[in-house]
Protein backbone atom coordinates (compact mmCIF):
# COMPACT_ATOMS: atom_id res chain seq x y z
CA UNK A 1 0.00 0.00 0.00
CA UNK A 2 1.45 3.06 -0.97
CA UNK A 3 1.69 6.40 1.56
CA UNK A 4 -1.21 8.93 1.28
CA UNK A 5 -0.18 12.65 0.57
CA UNK A 6 -1.49 14.26 3.50
CA UNK A 7 -1.49 18.12 1.83
CA UNK A 8 -0.13 19.38 5.52
CA UNK A 9 2.67 17.34 6.21
CA UNK A 10 3.74 17.72 2.37
CA UNK A 11 6.81 20.08 2.32
CA UNK A 12 6.59 21.65 -0.75
CA UNK A 13 2.86 22.83 0.42
CA UNK A 14 4.07 24.04 3.63
CA UNK A 15 7.43 25.82 2.24
CA UNK A 16 4.87 27.54 -0.26
CA UNK A 17 2.04 28.28 2.74
CA UNK A 18 5.18 29.94 5.45
CA UNK A 19 6.56 31.46 2.39
CA UNK A 20 3.10 33.16 1.37
CA UNK A 21 2.40 34.17 5.16
CA UNK A 22 6.00 36.03 5.54
CA UNK A 23 5.77 37.87 1.89
CA UNK A 24 2.04 38.92 2.66
CA UNK A 25 3.25 40.43 5.99
CA UNK A 26 6.09 42.06 4.53
CA UNK A 27 4.35 43.24 1.37
CA UNK A 28 1.26 44.62 3.62
CA UNK A 29 4.28 46.59 5.58
CA UNK A 30 6.38 48.09 2.55
CA UNK A 31 3.14 48.92 0.45
CA UNK A 32 1.58 51.43 3.63
CA UNK A 33 4.88 52.70 4.66
CA UNK A 34 6.41 52.89 1.28
CA UNK A 35 4.14 52.39 -1.64
CA UNK A 36 5.96 49.54 -3.01
CA UNK A 37 5.16 45.95 -4.01
CA UNK A 38 7.72 43.40 -3.04
CA UNK A 39 8.70 42.68 -6.63
CA UNK A 40 9.56 46.45 -6.59
CA UNK A 41 11.43 46.06 -3.17
CA UNK A 42 12.68 43.00 -4.40
CA UNK A 43 14.38 44.97 -7.41
CA UNK A 44 15.38 47.88 -5.00
CA UNK A 45 17.64 45.80 -2.33
CA UNK A 46 18.85 43.84 -5.46
CA UNK A 47 20.23 46.62 -7.41
CA UNK A 48 21.21 48.37 -3.61
CA UNK A 49 23.68 45.51 -3.57
CA UNK A 50 25.31 45.59 -6.54
CA UNK A 51 25.07 49.02 -8.50
CA UNK A 52 24.81 48.34 -12.36
CA UNK A 53 22.64 44.97 -13.20
CA UNK A 54 20.75 43.99 -15.77
CA UNK A 55 17.03 42.78 -15.72
CA UNK A 56 18.12 39.10 -16.81
CA UNK A 57 20.65 39.22 -14.01
CA UNK A 58 17.87 40.22 -11.56
CA UNK A 59 15.60 37.26 -12.61
CA UNK A 60 17.91 34.71 -11.54
CA UNK A 61 18.87 36.14 -8.17
CA UNK A 62 15.27 36.58 -7.02
CA UNK A 63 14.15 33.80 -9.31
CA UNK A 64 11.37 36.07 -10.37
CA UNK A 65 10.19 35.99 -14.07
CA UNK A 66 11.28 38.30 -16.91
CA UNK A 67 7.94 39.98 -17.03
CA UNK A 68 7.16 40.76 -13.38
CA UNK A 69 11.06 42.30 -13.01
CA UNK A 70 10.07 44.49 -16.44
CA UNK A 71 7.13 45.52 -14.69
CA UNK A 72 8.69 46.26 -11.64
CA UNK A 73 11.61 48.08 -13.12
CA UNK A 74 9.13 50.52 -15.64
CA UNK A 75 7.39 51.39 -12.25
CA UNK A 76 10.83 52.00 -10.71
CA UNK A 77 12.19 53.97 -13.23
CA UNK A 78 8.74 56.13 -13.61
CA UNK A 79 8.82 56.77 -9.80
CA UNK A 80 12.53 58.17 -9.97
CA UNK A 81 14.01 55.78 -7.94
CA UNK A 82 15.95 53.78 -10.74
CA UNK A 83 17.85 54.95 -14.06
CA UNK A 84 18.76 52.86 -16.86
CA UNK A 85 22.16 53.10 -18.77
CA UNK A 86 22.93 51.46 -21.96
CA UNK A 87 24.87 47.76 -21.30
CA UNK A 88 28.33 48.44 -22.90
CA UNK A 89 28.37 44.58 -22.86
CA UNK A 90 25.67 43.42 -24.07
CA UNK A 91 23.71 45.81 -26.74
CA UNK A 92 20.34 44.26 -26.10
CA UNK A 93 19.92 45.25 -22.20
CA UNK A 94 20.37 48.10 -20.12
CA UNK A 95 21.80 48.36 -16.55
CA UNK A 96 19.47 49.40 -13.89
CA UNK A 97 20.89 51.17 -10.92
CA UNK A 98 19.65 53.43 -7.72
CA UNK A 99 18.79 57.25 -8.29
CA UNK A 100 19.53 59.39 -5.68
CA UNK A 101 15.54 59.00 -4.19
CA UNK A 102 16.33 55.06 -4.52
CA UNK A 103 19.30 54.91 -2.58
CA UNK A 104 17.13 57.40 0.10
CA UNK A 105 14.41 54.76 -0.03
CA UNK A 106 17.01 51.97 0.28
CA UNK A 107 18.21 54.20 3.44
CA UNK A 108 15.26 54.12 4.69
CA UNK A 109 13.42 50.68 3.95
CA UNK A 110 16.62 48.28 5.08
CA UNK A 111 16.68 49.10 9.08
CA UNK A 112 12.70 48.50 8.70
CA UNK A 113 12.96 45.25 6.92
CA UNK A 114 15.42 44.12 9.32
CA UNK A 115 13.23 44.52 12.09
CA UNK A 116 10.67 42.84 10.58
CA UNK A 117 12.93 40.08 10.01
CA UNK A 118 13.84 40.40 13.52
CA UNK A 119 10.15 40.56 14.99
CA UNK A 120 9.04 37.65 13.08
CA UNK A 121 12.07 35.63 13.71
CA UNK A 122 12.49 36.80 17.60
CA UNK A 123 11.11 33.18 19.15
CA UNK A 124 13.84 31.56 17.47
CA UNK A 125 17.16 30.52 18.60
CA UNK A 126 20.18 32.19 16.47
CA UNK A 127 21.48 28.70 16.32
CA UNK A 128 17.91 27.23 14.69
CA UNK A 129 17.96 30.49 12.16
CA UNK A 130 21.88 29.53 11.40
CA UNK A 131 20.77 26.06 10.82
CA UNK A 132 17.38 26.60 8.83
CA UNK A 133 18.94 28.94 6.58
CA UNK A 134 21.54 26.61 5.87
CA UNK A 135 18.60 24.03 5.07
CA UNK A 136 17.14 26.42 2.96
CA UNK A 137 20.18 26.64 0.83
CA UNK A 138 20.23 22.55 0.79
CA UNK A 139 16.56 22.98 -0.50
CA UNK A 140 18.19 25.02 -3.37
CA UNK A 141 21.08 23.46 -4.43
CA UNK A 142 18.73 19.90 -4.24
CA UNK A 143 15.92 21.28 -6.45
CA UNK A 144 18.30 23.17 -8.65
CA UNK A 145 20.07 19.93 -9.00
CA UNK A 146 16.84 17.69 -10.23
CA UNK A 147 15.78 19.77 -12.89
Not at 2 to 7: F, I, S
Not at 127 to 139: N, P, T
Amino acid sequence: MTKRLQLDRFLPYRLSITSNLVSDRIARAYESMFGLTIPEWRLVAVIAEGDGINQADIGERTRMDKVTVSRAAIALVERGLLQRAPNTADKRSHLLSLTDSGRELYALIAPKALELERRIFASFDPAELEGFMAMLRRIDAAVLETV
